[in-house]
């Protein structure tokens, strides 16, 4: 079966489904007092495994995955010394076979390769060469793959989003918490350099108390998800194997962790704060079907598609701590990139798409916006100033390198990792709660708290040095 024929996506049709692991009843998700949803079996009480890291000088990793976003972050482990590549596993031959030959040309020793069907990534993990795994694979396979690593006491980096269902985010958190094996997920605008600038600037206080802020993927895809006057299906290429299926058949936030995950360091969420509650809606679906027609025609095969994927979805989130968040996922329409991030407290407030701020007493004059550079490079993030060299090429403006680079560092250490688990599945739950929120008419949904209450007191890890 191709990652093309697989199903298993979340459907709008599929919203009573959802809906029902939602629900009170038995062997279903039950509501806490805070209106929040807990896993049944899951107490408070529970935890993670502690974890002690049998890898303190080199970690070897297999790759699940070494398409393009597969082939970029095994660059980056070959531009390191202690990361040996052991083994890789792709479904396209090719693919693998130019990730061999990347290894060996980087001077390593040629890695076994798993190209097998669609089920070879199984092999790969059975290995005793293989202490962590990088999947990198279209969406649909992240969390089985995680799932399966974990079991096999391989640590995990993960691409995002972590899962696509409300199960499988606690497939993630059950095995974490039973196995003790470290799960990163891999999102890395958390390391964007004016992010972290920002979120030196909010612990200093200087936004004063946080009460709003906003993020979003907003990033014109209909190059990617359609080859222009290419039929979709057989002989597509790219991400347009797999992710334009998921523009056909879902309608909700499907790629909310760039917007929320600096969004959710900036909150504390899941130490000492947390998502509530979510309300999602999505406009008609009008972009792609244009942008297919001016591509090839009102006779293109493609122009027969309807697609559920609002053209642009709104999601609305509150918190514990009474802030609220806006989220926004537009990728059918013509539009430049932005992540669209927004921080406003009680003091002041930033806005990227502006690259401006204002604080109240700080700020030159009242009520007007003065440019953010200076403030922000007068808080750049130790993380930059000390890795900044290093970066530079390194993909996305320099953050695969921090993202690969934390990953590493905190397993080989035995340290937590600075996203962790419950993060991917609280920033990943996102999607199936706003798609099943839009087939409720825009109903608000509970978030599940994967911590059972240990988000109260989890300390905060994420960049508090300059090292990870």
Known sequence: MSPMDRRDFVRTGAAAAL????????GAARAAPDGSVARPGTAAAAGPRSFTSPFPGRLRL???GVGGRGSWLLGLALARDDTPVTAVCDIVPEA???AVRAVTDAGGAAPASFTAGDEDWRNLLERDDVDAVIVATPWQWHAPMAVAAMEKGKAVGLEVPAALTVEECWDLVRTHERTGTPLMMLENVCWRRDVLAVLGMVREGLFGDLVHCQGGYQHDLRAIKFQPGAEFGPGATGEAVWRTRHSIERNGDLYPTHGIGPVANWLGIQRGNRFLRLSSAATKSHGLHEYVVAAGGP????????FRLGDVVTTLITTANDETILLSHDTNLPRPYSLNFRVQGTRGLWMDDFDALYIEGASPEPHRWEPA???LERHDHGLWRRYAADAEGAG???MDFFVLHAFVEAVKRGDPTPLDVYDAAAWSVISPLSELSIARGGDAVAFPDFTAGRWRTRAAVFGLGDEF
Do not use: K, T
Not at 299 to 306: Q, S
């Open 62 to 64: 297999g790759f699940i």
């Open 19 to 26: 809906g029902a692991s939602l629900a009170r009843g038995p």
């Open 299 to 306: 006779e293109h095969p493609n122009a027969d598609i309807g």
């Open 396 to 398: 996305h403006g320099g």
């Open 96 to 98: 693998a076979a130019r």
């Open 373 to 375: 550079a200076p403030w």
